[in-house]
């Protein structure tokens, strides 16, 4: 589930902040790296259980009107279609999802707020009111109904986002594609599974994995070397240009290019590229594409850049 653009953005983000404390313990970097994997990893968790809260804080809502001492016929006979939506149902009683809140200790308890404000944005909506009057009553509906929630209201919204990055200090870059591995889940849950739907693991192959411990720690083992190569590249540039977080992308980068054969040598361009260009400064893309063309161009005439996609000069 975790992606190689999340693992690059989240290595990108503790080799900075590894240069800007004092103790430089790699280990300990390390398991923070690790850390803020895991927590995106309980993001995906929690926004799936929000369809169940979201169901059962309807559900309340519904009977809380009912026990009025005059309810009207509409509190008295409400629409129970969300309430009883195939997939928020399914999505209660999944196994993998059970098992994983229980033992990270995954809930909305303490942000009823929150669901409480998701529920009214769902209710007032078109999607909602397109859904009741949908005279087909059948699990794809309702799936289809979750789906169009989630794209529609809940991705790219500002409130969510902010809020879930003021929840947690590690979702600052993560909600927009957790939101996105939702979706994808939502479209491949089947009826037919019951609880035992499988959810995204947190990595898709070991070879993910390694991925990560390998870029990291070869990015910091090697820093000074790489670091060094990147001196020889910027004399050219002006002295303004260097910001801090353009060395570290760069140290990065160039960690990837040298030590993994089977990455392309435009796709680790273009994800760093794009890297600076939304974390930097408005003038790093072009900066760092400059420097790292370079780079790779020595790289090449060294027969240093062991590609499997580039035969040696």
């Known amino acids: 589930m975790i992606n190689r653009i999340l693992i690059r953005i989240k290595v990108l983000q503790i080799v900075f902040a590894f240069y800007q404390t004092d103790n430089g313990d790699l280990r300990v970097a390390e398991n923070e790296l690790m850390l803020s994997l895991r927590r995106s990893y309980d993001l995906y968790h929690y926004l799936l259980l929000l369809m169940v809260e979201v169901t059962q804080l309807y559900e309340r809502m519904i009977d809380t009107r009912k026990s009025k001492f005059r309810p ?15 997939l928020s149902k399914q999505m209660s009683v999944n196994e993998s999802l059970l098992k994983y ?10 942000d009823r707020d929150f669901v409480k404000k998701i529920l009214d944005l769902i209710l007032k909506s078109d999607i909602y009111a397109e859904y009741i009057a949908n005279k087909e009553d059948s699990y794809e509906v309702d799936r289809e109904f979750w789906r169009l929630v989630f794209r529609r209201l809940i991705c790219n919204n500002a409130f969510v986002e902010e809020y879930l990055e003021e929840k947690s200090i590690y979702w600052n870059e993560d909600v927009d594609i957790i939101e996105s591995f939702v979706i994808k889940t ?30 990291f720690r070869q990015s910091l083992l090697r820093g000074d070397e790489y670091r060094a190569l990147i001196e020889k590249h910027i004399k050219n540039w002006e002295s303004e240009r260097l910001a801090n977080m353009d060395i570290v992308i760069m140290q990065v980068a160039v960690a990837e290019l040298l030590n993994f054969p089977t990455i392309p040598v435009s796709v680790t361009l273009n994800e760093y590229i794009d ?20 780079i790779v161009e020595e790289l090449k005439r060294e027969n240093k850049l062991l590609k499997t996609d580039i035969l040696p000069s």
């Open 275 to 294: 890297a600076a260009k939304y974390y930097s400064t408005p003038k790093s893309g072009t900066f760092v594409n400059g420097v790292l063309d370079s």
């Open 72 to 86: 009207s016929a509409e509190e008295m006979n409400p629409d129970t279609r969300l309430l009883n939506n195939r």
């Open 101 to 110: 809140n229980k033992e990270h200790g995954i809930f909305w308890t303490e």
């Open 186 to 215: 939502i479209k491949r849950f089947e009826q037919n599974q019951g609880s035992r739907n499988e959810l995204l693991p947190m990595f898709n192959n070991e070879s993910d994995y390694e991925f990560v411990l390998k870029l």
